[in-house]
């Protein structure tokens, strides 16, 4: 890389304005001010040592071996306080602040890193990282295409976020109140019309519903009854747990681990795998569930249960699953347990109340359903925005490609979930 400067060139260290407070001293100054240490705000207090446009660089603590995906600076404006595990980066005015930001957002920095039992990056180091020099316009331009995608990616998380508190609150309400299949509205709640419900051991569910054990409506199996790891191959098929359960309820299918055919033959021959299969983790992360994936062949790890819906419709099972209803029921049956885990059995045994009306199954499974695909949506907008940030900041932030280059469909806004479902 030719025309770098170092950071003592682009930016003046404040290290010596920094002050750590104990936990002691940070209960009697609570305030609305941050308090900034390596990785972030780690509270709020009623003081502060700096007001202006600041780049917070982990000293210790850091992400530094993460770096590709886990940022190791971050910046701040206003009145803050800053911890002695932070360095403190005020950008030199001829330079573009954002663009020094980016540069050192994502950088590897470990050949700077000194070792011990806590990575440290000493003051003597941080100035001597290099970053590229263009001029101050091409700055500007470069700091202006990465921001753009960081506001994309921005809303794209505030409208997750957004479907996810509105999915919520209509699992509470379609689980607790149903829903009336003719006008295709909520039933009444126990409030409104209480001769509605009736009691159970559960409490108040709506007429016309049962609670019943999960094993009435679907049949739970046990992958691998032996319990006995497979032997692991190079060139197998994936082998699935729940370090394989990614966002959006989906599951990676690249996985790390491998096992050969006759591994997956024995639990294809016992599990019945079909695409409404939904397996169930019993072990550890209790309660995560996906939907199997029926494009590839696969095996489980023996900590996770197959689910094969059999008296109800697919997605109602899948949502009531992941509902605070079966979620409460599982804490009660794992309480005081070290190491949280439940047999087939107890699976087996969860109570579910369900419509006896499959078309008010299929009504509620489909309306959760709806939302959850938004989601997913979204999720994988603001994954395709992070990869596109990636590339960007690997060519521009380097000058393997001009920032001038840039076809203007770079800078677009990004199609909304409604969008893409209207094309």
């Known amino acids: 890389m030719s025309n770098t400067i170092t950071i003592s060139q682009a930016c003046t260290i404040l290290d010596n304005l920094r002050v750590p407070l104990n936990s002691e001293q940070r209960a009697t100054m609570?305030?609305?001010?941050?308090?900034?240490?390596?990785?972030?705000?780690?509270g709020h207090i009623n003081d502060y040592?700096?007001?202006?446009?600041?780049?917070?660089?982990?000293?210790?603590?850091?992400?530094?071996?993460?770096?590709?995906?886990?940022?190791?600076?971050?910046?701040?404006?206003g009145k803050s306080w800053v911890n002695n595990h932070a360095h403190v980066l005020r950008v030199n005015s001829n330079f573009c602040f954002s663009y020094v930001f980016y540069c050192l957002q994502h950088k590897n920095i470990m050949p700077f890193i000194k070792g011990g039992t806590r990575s440290k990056l000493n003051k003597s180091e941080l100035l001597e990282i290099t970053i590229w020099n263009p001029p101050l316009a091409t700055q500007q331009k470069i700091a202006m295409v990465l921001s753009t995608i960081d506001n994309q990616i921005e809303q794209s998380q505030e409208l997750i976020e957004k479907y996810t508190a509105i999915k919520q609150g209509l699992m509470a309400d379609l689980f607790s109140r149903g829903i009336d299949v003719k006008t295709k509205k909520l039933?009444?709640?126990?409030?409104?019309?209480?001769?509605?419900?009736?009691?159970?051991?559960?409490?108040c569910i709506p007429k016309g519903w049962q609670l019943k054990p999960i094993e009435h409506y679907a049949g739970v199996i046990d992958p691998n009854p032996s319990h006995r790891n497979p032997i692991y191959?190079?060139?197998?098929?994936?082998?699935?747990?729940?370090?394989?359960?990614?966002?959006?309820?989906?599951?990676?299918?690249?996985?790390?681990?491998?096992?050969?055919?006759?591994?997956?033959?024995?639990?294809?021959?016992r599990c019945n795998f079909n695409e409404n299969s939904i397996v169930f983790s019993r072990k550890g992360t209790i309660g995560e569930i996906r939907f199997l994936p029926t494009d590839i062949r696969f095996a489980l790890l023996d900590s996770?249960?197959?689910?094969?819906?059999?008296?109800?419709?697919?997605?109602?099972?899948?949502?009531?699953?992941?509902?605070?209803?079966v979620l409460s029921q599982i804490r009660h049956m794992t309480m005081g347990q070290a190491l949280p885990q439940m047999s087939i059995g107890r699976v087996r045994d969860i109570l579910l109340a369900v419509p006896e009306d499959s078309t008010e199954q299929r009504l509620i499974g489909d309306k959760i359903e709806n939302l959850s695909e938004l989601i997913r949506v979204e999720i994988n907008i603001s994954k395709k925005l992070k990869a596109q940030k990636k590339g960007l900041m690997q060519d521009l932030l380097t000058g393997k490609k001009s920032v001038d280059s840039l076809p203007d469909s770079i800078l677009a806004p990004v199609s909304s979930p409604e969008e893409i479902a209207q094309k």
């Open 233 to 269: 191959i190079t060139d197998g098929f994936p082998f699935i747990s729940t370090v394989e359960f990614v966002e959006g309820d989906n599951i990676e299918k690249n996985t790390n681990r491998r096992v050969d055919e006759s591994t997956v033959i024995e639990q294809e021959k």
């Open 187 to 203: 039933r009444p709640s126990y409030q409104q019309e209480p001769n509605a419900y009736h009691k159970t051991e559960l409490g």
């Open 49 to 77: 040592l700096f007001d202006e446009d600041l780049i917070l660089l982990a000293e210790d603590g850091g992400y530094f071996d993460e770096y590709q995906s886990r940022p190791i600076a971050y910046n701040i404006s």
């Open 304 to 325: 996770l249960c197959v689910i094969n819906p059999k008296h109800i419709n697919e997605n109602f099972l899948f949502h009531i699953l992941k509902s605070e209803y």
């Open 30 to 42: 609570k305030g609305a001010i941050p308090y900034y240490g390596a990785n972030g705000i780690q």
